[in-house]
């Protein structure tokens, strides 16, 4: 059957683009296999590993602000180390972040990857991937509002922008406790209203660092949104710098 096939594929192409990384926020393929149900692949396991939608929906309530950016970042640092790779997650959405309890705080893995590619500007010494034309058949349907708009012109994108859109779309549903669609046409409906996802229309007393990193990581211009990761890096770095500055501290000329 085409679907089995496709599905059959996929594995193999996750399987493939999971070798060599090394990443506490990668979740690591252990074996590719293939069964009487078809091809499949074994993942590390952790039991108390929890889909981040599923946990946000459960927890958003528990969750201080200094939670929500330690799970943006290490999803952030986990997609540069794959980037730096020259390996572009494509589909990148809550539905494809396990989150555990970890300490006082909580780890993150990203996982999911059946759609991922080289990039397209790679000229690293890696086997090439097809790029599947497949995507929205590969992903689970309450993702489909946190993948990058340009999928619909173009199935086989694959540069480093569809990722941060996928971040700011995490982003958004960290800090508003909700999805920003509620399906894809919802998704491209938001974005042309404002011009990106603008966390200020749905949530009050939102820091403004934290509504142009979300909005500056979303826009639906490729061109007017962050190029890399490292961008939204660098924005999460002075987002953190302002929140944890003392009220009182001074500063003189």
């Known amino acids: 059957a085409p679907d089995r096939q496709m599905h059959a594929r996929a594995a193999k192409r996750e399987f493939v683009s999971l070798q060599g990384m090394q990443h506490p926020g ?11 149900q078809g091809p499949g692949l074994v993942f590390e ?12 929906r459960d927890n958003n309530d528990k969750l201080a602000l200094e939670d929500r950016l330690s799970i943006l970042r290490q999803i952030a640092e986990a997609m540069r180390h794959a980037h730096d790779r020259r390996l572009v997650h494509r589909a990148l959405s809550p539905q494809s972040i396990l989150i555990r309890p ?25 086997k090439s991937l097809t790029v599947t034309r497949h995507l929205e058949a590969l992903v689970d349907p309450t993702a489909l509002p946190y993948i990058a708009p340009e999928t619909q012109d173009d199935p086989t994108e694959r540069a ?21 669609a509620s ?36 826009r639906p211009k490729v061109h007017e949104r962050f190029q890399t990761v490292g961008q939204f890096l660098q924005q999460l770095d002075e987002i953190e710098e302002e929140l944890t500055r003392p009220d009182d501290e001074v500063h003189e000329d």
């Open 26 to 36: 990668v979740l690591r393929a252990l074996e590719f296999h293939e069964g009487e």
């Open 45 to 56: 396991y952790d039991p108390k590993d929890t889909r981040l939608d599923l946990f946000l």
């Open 102 to 126: 970890a300490g006082n705080g909580y780890r993150i893995s990203v996982y999911n990857w059946q759609a991922a590619a080289r990039s397209s500007t790679s000229t690293a010494p890696h």
């Open 160 to 180: 480093e922008h569809l990722d941060v859109f996928g971040l700011g779309g995490i982003a958004w549903l960290l800090f508003a406790g909700r999805p920003p």
């Open 183 to 218: 399906d894809r046409p919802g998704l491209l409906d938001r974005l042309k209203r404002d011009d990106g996802l603008l966390l200020s229309s749905a949530v009050d007393n939102i820091a403004p660092a934290i509504d142009e990193l979300v909005r500056g990581s979303t």
